[in-house]
């Protein structure tokens, strides 16, 4: 009587195990950071606006649109690619930590620019 128990749990915990296989619609871990690093650079515009919280939703929307054409990518992929790497948080730490690294080196950069900086 035992056996057939552990038969079922033996089906099920190897069943959970099944590695998952990355869909093929989904981003490479390369696009879905530049994808990223534009959306957050365009978060960043859109709140810095001299404007409503409604406006800059709307103005963050309208962009949000242009960096899915730049890259070649409809909304609804980024979104399916984002559930992906949701489902491993060390891939997921990994993408955001390139992507911080890439955002601190734009901001760096424009901070070294001679026109950027202030002179009295």
Do not use: N
């Not at 195990?17 to 990223?36: A, D, H, R």
């Not at 650079?41 to 929307?61: C, F, H, K, M, N």
């Not at 609804?76 to 080196?105: C, G, N, T």
């Amino acid at each position: 009587m035992k056996s057939p128990i552990w038969a079922i749990l033996l089906l099920f915990v190897i069943l959970s195990c099944e590695s998952k296989k990355k869909p093929s619609y989904v981003l490479s871990k390369e696009k879905m950071i530049s994808v990223l690093i534009d959306i957050h650079l365009t978060e960043g515009i859109a709140s810095a606006l001299p404007i409503s919280y409604d406006s800059s939703q709307t103005v963050y929307t309208l962009m949000e649109k242009e960096v899915f054409t730049k890259h070649q990518v409809s909304d609804s992929i980024f979104k399916e690619s984002m559930r992906y790497y949701l489902q491993f948080p060390d891939q997921m730490d990994e993408l955001y930590a390139r992507v911080i690294d890439s955002l601190v080196v734009k901001e760096s950069e424009k901070e070294s620019e001679p026109d950027s900086q202030e002179t009295f």
